[in-house]
Each structure stands twice: as C-alpha cells, then as structure tokens.
C-alpha cells in the first residue's frame, strides 16, 4: 500500500503512519512525504481548513505519481460563535482499483479553545506556529509539540489529535459496505 501525505512535517507524517498502522494491521504501507501548498493562509480560519486540505490532495493528484491513498491534515482555527478553537481538517482519497471513481472521506479532530492572548495575536497577524514559537521559548514548537503541547502542558501534543481524525476518516474505507446506497 502506498500511502503519500501532503505534508513535510514530520508531526503530521507520524500521525498518518500511526494511524494506518492501526487500522490495516499487518499490511505492508509505504509512506511518502511531499511538499505541497494549500492555498490558503498560514493559519487558516473556518472553511479555509477544508479548502486548504482539499487543494494539498488535488495537487498530489495532478503530480500523476502513483497512489492508494493520499491524507492531507490541514490545522488551524474555528470560530464559533464567537469563541475560537484549534481544529485539523483531514481529506482522504483512496484509489480503489476496482472501483470506477475515487472514495473520499474526511474528518475533524477534537478541538481546543485558545485563550484570548492567543486570539489575540492572531488578530495581530501572527501565524500560530509562531505563537507557540513565542509562548513556549521552542523554535519551530509546530514540528514539536504545538499550541496543543502548551495549552496542555504536553498532556495532548500536536499529532494526537490528528492520528484520531484520520482514524475517523479511515472509517469508511474500512466498512464501504455501510456507505453503499
């Protein structure tokens, strides 16, 4: 199984390996990291999660190289009713051979309410990657820990939300009989 994630940090890689892993036990998966660019803001907002997710997998598409999944995880913040939490956006798209179009799934991971000195400087036009840089003291804390790593104290760290929504996403890929009309 070839599996090509949208994506060079090694937080979201990790994520997707672990949980592939876990669903397809035993089999042989390959793991490919590639650059891509999602079109959207740094730290996207609300639709741009989608947007950004779904724009990585297309362009791994369009690159013509060979695939049985591709998993792009696009992280960044949604804003309901006024109050702001940090949410990853996962886009699957599986190449079945026996089928006549491509399968897609997706998923969000839980989220965490940020604090308003966090919204606050996202509202100044700083990237969340560089918040957690500031917060924590860590250059580059995004391929790390994260935001998630600060707020929790390392109890929850950026990647473990994202391995469950991609587990969640893989969920039809594993019971395709459930989604059959």
């Given amino acids: 199984m070839r599996v090509m994630v949208a994506s060079l940090n090694?937080?979201?890689?990790?994520?997707?390996?672990?949980?592939?892993?876990?669903?397809?036990?035993?089999?042989?998966?390959?793991?490919?990291?590639?650059?891509?660019?999602?079109?959207?803001?740094?730290?996207?907002?609300?639709?741009?999660?989608?947007?950004?997710?779904?724009?990585?997998?297309?362009?791994?598409?369009?690159s013509g190289e060979d695939y049985d999944y591709i998993v792009a995880i696009e992280a960044g913040i949604n804003d309901y009713r006024g109050r702001c939490y940090l949410a990853s956006y996962v886009f699957i798209r599986h190449k079945a051979e026996h089928l006549v179009k491509d399968i897609k799934s997706d998923s969000f991971s839980s989220v965490l309410e940020l604090p308003p000195k966090v919204i606050s400087m996202l509202k100044d036009g700083l990237e969340l990657g560089s918040i957690a840089d500031k917060l924590s003291g860590v250059e580059n804390s995004k391929q790390k820990f994260g935001i998630d790593g600060i707020l929790t104290n390392r109890l929850i760290t950026r990647g473990e939300p994202e391995e469950t929504a991609v587990i969640h996403a893989l969920s039809k890929f594993l019971h395709l009989e459930f989604w059959e009309e």
């Fill in 10 to 62: 090694p937080l979201k890689i990790a994520a997707v390996e672990r949980a592939f892993k876990r669903a397809f036990t035993g089999e042989e998966i390959e793991f490919i990291g590639r650059k891509t660019e999602s079109g959207v803001p740094a730290t996207p907002w609300d639709d741009d999660l989608r947007i950004g997710a779904k724009n990585r997998v297309q362009q791994l598409v369009d």
